[in-house]
């Protein structure tokens, strides 16, 4: 069964401050995609970054980065120099050949001024 | 340019009625996507469409038909709603089925009662 697991159901953090999102996922597919989504209060879901399995060097998009460690199954969002507008739900996925895109929980962010 | 675009944005239903989501979207996008998302959780893919007469399953699509008769539009019924499809249901599309990111609707919110 594919699945994804984020195990930090809320966090918060400092303005300015960084913090470190977790995911795992468990799959038996060598060759799939990982992406972070945010999900503000209007339920507008915003793809935040994007990972391909097949590249070893971790994605970065401005302020956000991951940490992808494949062996591990593990790809977790670092937020560096938190903003308010940083504040939502984020949604950890998968995506695998044949177009089945599996999420997880969610993480509730919220952003202390 | 105006995205995916869903309607209704809430709609109410007694048990046993049918509807239908409209799904639309202008950017000539192959793919499109159905998901819902219960109180709490992660989005769960319904059906998808890799292109104008081409549909398939996703990972619950028991209670729900699509049809794809042109690149725009991605319809979800409903036929006899029941309790359990209390759900935000959320329309994307995307380029391709993976590199390219999924654009999401605003949602349509539903009570089955």
């Known amino acids: 069964a594919q699945t994804v697991t984020q195990s930090q159901p809320e966090m918060s953090v400092q303005e300015a401050e960084t913090v470190t999102l977790s995911c795992t996922y468990d799959?038996?597919?060598?060759?799939?995609?990982l992406f972070w989504y945010k999900q503000p209060p209007s339920r507008q879901m915003i793809l935040v970054i994007r990972q391909e399995a097949y590249k070893q060097q971790n994605a970065t998009e401005n302020r956000f980065s991951v940490n992808f460690q494949k062996a591990a199954k593990s790809f977790s969002l670092k937020i560096s120099d938190s903003q308010l507008g940083d504040a939502a739900m984020y949604f950890c996925a998968y995506l695998i050949t044949g177009n089945q895109f599996y999420f997880g929980t969610g993480t509730s962010l919220t952003v202390i001024p | 340019n105006a995205g995916v675009t869903q309607t209704p944005k809430f709609r109410i239903l007694k048990i046993g009625q049918s509807m239908t989501l409209q799904c639309t979207q202008d950017m000539n996008h192959n793919y499109m996507y159905w998901y819902r998302q219960d109180p709490g959780m992660g989005l769960k893919l319904i059906y998808y469409?890799?292109?104008?007469?081409?549909?398939d399953k996703g990972e619950v699509p028991n209670g729900y038909n699509v049809s794809r008769s042109t690149t725009e539009d991605f319809p979800l019924r409903l036929e006899l709603a029941a309790p359990s499809q209390t759900s935000v249901y959320f329309c994307?599309?995307?380029?391709?089925?993976?590199?390219?990111?999924?654009?999401f609707g605003p949602g349509t919110r539903l009570t089955v009662t």
């Open positions: 469409s890799v292109g104008a007469g081409i549909t």
């Open positions: 994307a599309s995307s380029y391709d089925g993976q590199t390219y990111e999924q654009y």
């Open positions: 799959t038996s597919e060598s060759d799939y995609y």
